[in-house]
């Protein structure tokens, strides 16, 4: 027992060092880029954003729709200049007991909270009319498994409810993604986003994150 949390101290500890990286090197870059005369980094967008994500489950191909809802509230705006921005996020996420597919199977939930930043083409060069515009950055992924089913001499039993302790896990990862926005009317915009996201290390489940990635629409709010 002591030994295993020895081993939970010491994990947590390398990924919180990796995580400090990281957000050094963003912050760093987001310093780096150029700023325009009058430009400011602001707070000047907020945005609701519902779609689906892959989920987590390893055995992904035993899934015929591998996908979940996944909602995300998203808050930015301005760094530095127009067309570069930021935004910091949080998302959630259920697999929910997958009984009719897997005899013996489980389920992970999610929260997903980072930070990342975009450039908007179309405000640095003259002649691009497409409102497109990529994202890269990083996130917390705490996972928790709870699985369901238990071997009862040669057969599995399965079970609606859990059959052992919830198990928790935090995974460090990146993300980058492709967006297109568009003026509704007013204040209000409308998103659609694809996003791949990408593990830094094994995690919890083993290299989930390397299927992991979603798609949503949202309504943005400007001011």
């Not at 907020?46 to 989920?55: K, L, N, Q, Y």
Request: charged share 15%.
């Amino acid at each position: 027992m002591l030994e295993r949390m020895i081993q939970i101290i010491a994990m947590t500890g390398i990924r919180m060092a990796r995580a400090a990286r990281i957000a050094s090197a963003l912050v760093i870059a987001g310093s780096l880029l150029p700023t325009a005369s009058g430009a400011q980094t602001n707070v000047n967008h907020i945005a609701v954003h519902a779609g689906i994500v892959r989920i987590f489950d390893p055995w992904i191909m035993q899934h015929a729709f591998p996908y979940v809802i996944y909602p995300e509230v998203q808050i930015g705006g301005d760094l530095g200049r127009p067309g570069f921005g930021w935004e910091v996020f949080w998302g959630y996420t259920d697999d929910g007991p997958k009984a009719t597919e897997v005899p013996m199977s489980g389920a992970y939930s999610s929260h997903a909270a980072g930070v990342r930043f975009a450039v908007r083409p179309q405000f640095l060069l003259p002649h691009w009319a497409i409102p497109l515009g990529v994202f890269v950055g990083g996130a917390f992924h705490s996972v928790t498994y709870r699985r369901f089913g238990r071997w009862s001499g040669p057969s599995i039993v399965y079970s609606q409810l859990p059959s052992s302790d919830p198990e928790d896990q935090w995974i460090l990862g990146l993300e980058a993604g492709l967006f297109l926005e568009f003026h509704l009317i007013g204040p209000l915009g409308m998103q659609f986003e694809g996003r791949q996201m990408i593990p830094l290390d094994e995690g919890f489940p083993d290299g989930a994150l390397a299927y992991r990635r979603s798609f949503t629409t949202g309504l943005t709010w400007a001011w």
